[in-house]
């Protein structure tokens, strides 16, 4: 059964998110981190929505969406480039990429999503990297 998320790229020290995004799909490749949640859910054929998170450009926005085509499961953990705190232990690799003609404002749509629990707090659902989205999310943020 397909199952759809959110992935959430945020500013980094060196780089904003949405350029941090921008070098991700170009490579269509997402780095999965040790504790990143649904790290081991996720799979082939799941649908992938993408949510700049941080304070700059295109941010508290969904800019795109795309289809997962292959996990790889690293031999060993990777330090990430962008975030070099952080250890990649696998990559989704993407594919049917769909970039949004405009970028969507969350704060815009905050009331039509069920998996925002606190639309005054709405962050909070988009912490960690990964947020599991309903069918129905993923549909709203892709069509409206």
């Known amino acids: 059964m397909k199952s ?4 959430i790229t945020s500013d980094s020290k060196h780089e904003n998110a949405f350029k941090i995004f921008k070098k991700r799909i170009e490579e269509k490749k997402y780095p999965l981190y040790l504790k990143t949640p649904h790290l081991n859910e996720i799979k082939e054929k799941d649908q992938v929505v993408f949510y700049i998170a941080g304070k700059q450009i295109n941010s508290q926005t969904f800019v795109a969406c795309a289809e997962v085509s292959l996990i790889d499961d690293l ?3 990777t330090i990430d ?21 405009y970028p969507k404002k969350i704060k815009l749509i905050l009331n039509e999503l ?10 909070v659902n988009l912490v960690g990297g990964v947020t599991k989205i309903s069918h129905q999310d993923f549909i709203k943020i892709k069509y409206m």
């Open 4 to 7: 759809y998320y959110c992935l």
């Open 75 to 77: 031999l060993t953990t």
């Open 81 to 101: 480039p962008d975030k070099n705190t952080n250890l990649i232990v696998k990559y989704l690799t993407l594919e049917k990429i769909f970039f949004f003609k």
């Open 114 to 123: 069920g998996f925002i629990k606190n639309i005054k707090h709405y962050g």
